[in-house]
Nanobody, 119 residues
Framework: QVQLVESGGGLVQPGGSLRLSCATS????????MGWYRQAPGKKRGLVAT???????AYADSLKGRFTISRDNSKNTVYLQMNNLQPEDTAVYYC?????????????WGLGTQVTVSS
C-alpha cells in the first residue's frame, strides 16, 4: 500500500512561516512528480505547487514568491516552505505523487495536514 506521510502543519500567526514535509517510498518518489494541493473549507482542492524529478517547479500564480517547493531525493521527501502566511492560507494541505513508472500516471494522496493562520 502506497503511503505519503505528511507533517509540519499547525497553527501560526499571520506573517509567520511553516514548512511541510511529505515522505514516501523510494520506488514511488523516484518515479513521481511530487506536489502540494490545498483545500479550504467550502472550496475545491487546488494546486499549490509541483516539482519534477529533475527539480523543475510550478506554482499557483497567487502563491509565487511566498511558497517554495523542494525535494530531497536522498530522503524521498518533498517540502513546502510557506512564508508570510495569511488567514486565507488556512486549509488542509495534501501531498500528491503523480507516479509514472512507464506511460500511465497514477495519483497517490496523503491524508492531509491542517494549516491554520490566525492571531
Amino acid at each position: 500500500q502506497v503511503q505519503l506521510v505528511e507533517s509540519g502543519g499547525g497553527l501560526v500567526q499571520p506573517g509567520g512561516s511553516l514548512r511541510l514535509s511529505c515522505a514516501t517510498s523510494a520506488s514511488i518518489f523516484s518515479n513521481s512528480v511530487m506536489g502540494w494541493y490545498r483545500q479550504a473549507p467550502g472550496k475545491k482542492r487546488g494546486l499549490v505547487a509541483t516539482i519534477t524529478r529533475g527539480g523543475n517547479t510550478a506554482y499557483a500564480d497567487s502563491l509565487k514568491g511566498r511558497f517554495t517547493i523542494s525535494r530531497d531525493n536522498s530522503k524521498n521527501t518533498v517540502y513546502l516552505q510557506m512564508n508570510n502566511l495569511q488567514p486565507e492560507d488556512t486549509a488542509v494541505y495534501y501531498c500528491n505523487a503523480g507516479y509514472t513508472p512507464l506511460t500511465t500516471t497514477i495519483n497517490y494522496w496523503g491524508l492531509g495536514t491542517q494549516v491554520t493562520v490566525s492571531s
